[in-house]
């Protein structure tokens, strides 16, 4: 059993480890004054990071101090207990993100999840993750890890979460009582975290950004899990975004509102990594048939005018109709005298 000494000496090269991280070199005076400690057991403390497989060299001079250099091999690796869950829950997210390295993550995540104590393996444990497609570019919004913790431990208890929400442009954000849904899921779409539940005020199935959530303490009562409609999370909030842009809207099926198909004259590896989820036919060397959809007619066109090649419509009338609409406003565009050069 480790004694109140031992413990001591391991937060100290912990805390030791972590500063030698932050910067290039560190005065042996500054670090034990840091670290509270004497110099001559900042040396001890080196000597046992070395001991660990930790490259420290001595810098020479007149105050001397070390630096942490880069190893051939490497050492064991200490961490805080925030540092712990961070990463735990980042090998997580890896697993279903698609990131091309899930079968690597899942295999660390267990590596860690071994070594973590039992307080810190419980609230990663309750962390469960769905991803409703791959991650693609652009920046997700940050996440409080505290409150994806708190979200999952709720969501494998299968307790009633009451929580503040950040709507913009909502005003009264800070004034309206706390929400409640219960948790069925929380889901990675795109970079951004969601928490899919059943509210049960309203009687009907709500989409939050997590980002956007601050929960109260304590959690409501427990619930009967339900099956999310479909039985497909990940198709589930995907069809929430295609049919409206409000994600806590209770309608909408996993279809866009307005579908179309069309002809491009462009063979068919150019058009399929831009077809997103729509439907992409090979009809010969340069032409390719493509039936995908979007929120509206107008938005539709616009996005198939993109490829910026022919474009034969099959239909519907509606699709034709939006092009006509575009060629009218492009060409009314193209029209406007411009504006005179500044000089």
């Known amino acids: 059993m480790p004694t109140a000494a031992s413990t001591m000496t391991s937060?100290?090269?912990?805390?030791?480890?972590?500063?030698?991280?932050?910067?290039?070199d560190w005065p042996a005076g500054q670090?034990?004054?840091?670290?509270?400690?004497?110099?001559?057991?900042?040396?001890?403390?080196?000597?046992?990071?070395?001991?660990?497989?930790?490259?420290?060299?001595?810098?020479?001079?007149?105050?001397?101090?070390?630096?942490?250099?880069?190893?051939s091999e490497l050492?064991?690796?200490?961490?805080?207990?925030?540092?712990?869950?961070?990463?735990?829950?980042?090998?997580?997210?890896?697993?279903v993100t698609g990131a091309g390295i899930e079968e690597a993550a899942a295999r660390a995540l267990t590596t860690v999840r071994q070594v973590l104590p039992a307080r810190l393996r419980q609230r990663v444990d309750a962390l469960e993750l769905t991803a409703a497609e791959p991650a693609g570019p652009g920046d997700g919004d940050q996440v409080d890890t505290d409150v994806l913790l708190a979200l999952g431990a709720a969501l494998r208890a299968h307790e009633e979460v009451r929580f503040d929400y950040a709507s913009p442009?909502?005003?009264?954000?800070?004034?309206?009582?706390?929400?409640?849904?219960?948790?069925?899921?929380?889901?990675?779409?795109?970079?951004?975290?969601?928490?899919?539940?059943?509210?049960?005020?309203?009687?009907?199935?709500?989409?939050?950004?997590v980002d956007r959530m601050t929960p109260r303490v304590p959690n409501g009562p427990r619930f009967t899990p339900r099956q999310v409609p479909g039985g497909d999370v990940g198709a589930f909030l995907t069809a929430r975004f295609r049919g409206s842009t409000d994600l806590e809207g209770s309608t909408g099926a996993d279809?866009?509102?307005?579908?179309?198909?069309?002809?491009?004259?462009?063979?068919?590896?150019?058009?399929?990594?831009?077809?997103?989820?729509?439907?992409?036919?090979?009809?010969?060397?340069?032409?390719?048939?493509?039936?995908?959809?979007?929120?509206?007619?107008?938005?539709?066109?616009?996005?198939?005018?993109?490829?910026?090649?022919?474009?034969?419509?099959?239909?519907?009338?509606?699709?034709?109709?939006?092009?006509?609409?575009?060629?009218g406003r492009a060409g009314r565009a193209a029209a406007l005298p411009s504006a005179d050069p500044v000089s």
């Open 169 to 209: 442009g909502r005003p009264d954000a800070g004034t309206r009582p706390p929400r409640r849904v219960q948790p069925h899921h929380l889901v990675v779409r795109a970079r951004r975290w969601y928490l899919v539940g059943w509210a049960p005020e309203p009687g009907e199935w709500r989409t939050y950004r």
């Open 31 to 71: 670090l034990a004054r840091r670290l509270g400690v004497s110099d001559r057991t900042v040396r001890r403390d080196v000597d046992r990071l070395r001991e660990l497989g930790y490259p420290v060299r001595t810098a020479r001079g007149p105050d001397g101090g070390y630096r942490l250099e880069a190893g």
């Open 75 to 95: 050492p064991p690796l200490l961490f805080d207990d925030e540092q712990a869950v961070a990463l735990a829950v980042a090998l997580r997210l890896a697993v």
């Open 11 to 24: 937060a100290r090269l912990l805390s030791l480890l972590s500063l030698l991280q932050v910067r290039r």
């Open 255 to 327: 279809a866009w509102p307005c579908t179309g198909d069309v002809v491009l004259a462009l063979p068919v590896a150019r058009v399929a990594p831009f077809a997103g989820d729509g439907l992409v036919e090979e009809l010969g060397p340069d032409r390719t048939r493509l039936r995908t959809g979007s929120w509206s007619w107008a938005a539709l066109a616009a996005a198939l005018a993109r490829f910026g090649a022919e474009i034969e419509v099959v239909g519907p009338p509606a699709l034709r109709d939006a092009f006509a609409d575009l060629a």
